[in-house]
């Protein structure tokens, strides 16, 4: 198994442009999730999804939409992305919504916006 | 509101001492706690959880303990090593609309003095 695997990697967008961070993964886990990383601020939840069709909002859901058609598949989409939006995000799954759960989580993408 | 509270931001001990760190959580209906470890440049990765209905769970040198009562849970490393050093999350999954997110704390950055 891959795992939860993201991409890009490594992303500079320019203010105002848009874009989509892929997520995916094989283990046919129920919950997958959204965070972004900034320097003392921990992990920040941005969009969350219990099943496909079933999405909600996290701590930080501004700027941001998410769709889950698939089981595999959770992306984020940056509708216009601004220099506040620079983080690390990382996407995350775990086998259900339960609440007792351990998180897998992907590798990350480091995106710039200037 | 939601939140996890984490404490404290930095931590430094010699190596072969303990390390404590210690989370609030907010929502009594909050069932699991894990803790992860997240190296420089690398993804989160579990390193133990610990869930409502247990008090205290030991893997080797490391331990977590939970008062519900209190509502905090703190994670325990014994005879640290130079490889523990990292960034250390502690997480409670948060009850919302019938389903779990799961709320991390803003981590602890672990240095172990060799």
């Not at chain 2, 019938?98 to 672990?110: D, E, M, S």
């Amino acid at each position: 198994n891959a795992g939860v695997t993201q991409t890009p990697k490594f992303q500079v967008l320019k203010t105002g442009q848009s874009m989509t961070l892929q997520c995916a993964q094989d283990m046919n886990h129920e919950y997958m999730s959204w965070y972004r990383q900034d320097p003392g601020m921990g992990l920040r939840l941005i969009h969350y999804s219990v099943g496909a069709g079933i999405t909600d909002q996290g701590e930080v859901p501004n700027g941001y939409n998410v769709s889950r058609s698939t089981t595999e598949d959770f992306p984020l989409r940056l509708l216009s992305a601004a220099p506040s939006q620079t983080s690390v995000y990382f996407c995350a799954s775990s086998y259900s919504g339960t609440g007792e759960n351990e998180q897998y989580f992907g590798p990350g993408t480091r995106l710039t916006v200037t | 509101g939601e939140n996890v509270e984490q404490h404290p931001s930095t931590l430094s001990v010699q190596e072969g001492d303990s390390a404590v760190i210690k989370c609030t959580y907010s929502d009594s209906a909050s069932n699991y706690f894990p803790w992860y470890k997240q190296e420089l440049g690398k993804r989160p990765q579990l390193i133990i959880d610990i869930r409502s209905n247990v008090g205290e769970k030991k893997d080797q040198r490391i331990a977590v303990t939970l008062n519900k009562t209190a509502k905090h849970f703190s994670l325990h490393i014994t005879e640290t090593q130079p490889e523990d050093s990292a960034v250390y999350f502690c997480a409670a999954s948060i009850m919302t609309k019938g389903t779990y997110k799961y709320i991390f704390g803003t981590g602890t950055r672990l240095k172990v003095l060799a």
